[in-house]
């Protein structure tokens, strides 16, 4: 036997006057929770935040590239020394020698100082961004608190009403079935009770499969030659707190959590509300239902937004990919002033070493994760310098030499 109208989606309840006053949340108690909402706003705070947050990873970027031109700057400058007794020794450009190691000590120093500089202001700026999100917290806690409270309140106000001696719940169904056009009426009514209760129990929150029906009437019922029967039955139950009322209960007041999915073109760094939650391009994280901010990292790179999680999601935040090897360049060095204005002025042009730059460690809490470079981008690697086979390797014939000079064959 199948059912027709009497799914459980379709199923339609006509209350009487003791079921109307039957409220998982009444009109007042929703006031009250729109006035917790209200007063723990923190969409202001989040935002502002999330963007000094950003901020922050930002600097911290940079004062990794500080130190990466320190150590290099560090290692000319040794290169030099080692070069010297040579240069003492031929007697030329002493002078440019010198010069050159003069303004790469000052240059280790000046760039040494501002690192300092910069680390203790950064220093500065995340105690700030913590007390912030101190305050955040701060608030989602005493939101916490007072919704429970709410919730308490009307647990403990059903239960007063379900636990009545009067208090019952009346169901009026009009629903159909399809009978055997050989069954009789009463039989098929007969057969088609048990699903009827199921689904009915189902479909309020009030009743489970262990709720006591009190009465159980057909008021009228119908079959056509097809065995189609349309009927109409009144149902009386005792209503209880169950698990059902606790569940919806939760999800009104935003006591649950939900799976939300972070994805990224790149292995970005995840944050939560400035707590960092992993690192990948695919990430699953476990979030209590309501407002929170949002943020992705990677090398130089932020997105960010402040999201209403109500429920499963998936994020998608899409950065601009960093080339991950750098070719070797064939120009000659930059001397010491060249690179020393490089650094202080922060112009686009900056030499970069072939060694692929890690993203910045600096975060609220630290992590020592590193991108590793994939096989994709080695193979393009190897592929982009495949026309340096021949450079260097001479013929071994003379078949060889006219394929590498690419001159024409006598014949």
Not at 259 to 275: F, K, R
Request: net charge neutral.
């Amino acid at each position: 036997m199948r059912y027709g109208s009497i799914s459980l989606a379709l199923l339609c309840l006509y209350a009487s006057n003791s079921f109307a006053a039957l409220e998982v949340i009444t009109s007042s108690e929703k006031q009250t929770l729109n006035k917790i909402e209200d007063q723990y706003d923190i969409d202001t705070l989040l935002i502002t935040v999330n963007d000094k947050f950003s901020q922050l990873n930002k600097k911290a970027y940079d004062i990794e590239n500080i130190k990466k031109t320190i150590v290099a700057e560090q290692n000319r400058y040794n290169e030099l020394i080692t070069e010297l007794p040579k240069v003492i020794r031929a007697k030329t450009a002493l002078a440019d020698t010198y010069k050159k190691i003069e303004d790469s000590v000052n240059l280790v120093d000046e760039l040494t100082l501002k690192a300092e500089q910069d680390s203790k202001l950064l220093e500065t700026e995340k105690v700030e961004i913590l007390s912030e999100y101190e305050v955040i917290n701060n608030k989602r806690t005493t939101k916490s608190q007072q919704l429970f409270k709410l919730k308490t309140d009307i647990t403990n106000r059903l239960i007063a009403d379900l636990s009545k001696s009067t208090s019952t719940l009346p169901v009026n169904i009009n629903g159909s079935t399809e009978c055997s056009k050989y069954q009789t009426i009463a039989d098929c009514l007969k057969e088609s009770k048990s699903s009827i209760l199921s689904n009915t129990r189902n479909e309020s929150p009030f009743l489970n499969d262990k709720s006591v029906l009190l009465s159980y009437e057909v008021l009228d019922a119908n079959m056509n030659m097809k065995g189609d029967l349309h009927y109409k039955v009144a149902m009386k139950f005792k209503p209880s707190y169950n698990n059902k009322i606790d569940t919806i209960l939760n999800e009104k007041l935003g006591l649950v959590s939900a799976m939300v999915t972070l994805i990224s073109n790149v292995p970005a760094d995840w944050y939560v509300n400035g707590t960092k939650v992993g690192t990948g391009k695919k990430l699953f994280h476990e979030i209590p239902l309501g407002k929170h901010g949002i943020l992705a990292s990677y090398q130089n790179q932020d997105k960010s937004s402040v999201e209403n999680i109500e429920g499963n999601g998936v994020f998608n935040y899409k950065f601009n990919e960093v080339a991950s090897t750098q070719k070797v360049s064939n120009k000659p060095k930059m001397d010491t002033a060249e690179v020393k204005n490089v650094i202080l002025k922060q112009a686009p042009k900056q030499v970069q070493p072939s060694v692929q730059q890690p993203k910045a460690k600096y975060t609220l809490f630290s992590d020592q994760t590193s991108i590793k470079l994939s096989d994709d981008d080695a193979k393009k690697n190897s592929s982009d310098n495949s026309y340096e086979y021949f450079m260097g390797v001479a013929p071994a014939n003379k078949k060889q030499n006219i394929e590498f000079t690419n001159e024409p064959v006598n014949k």
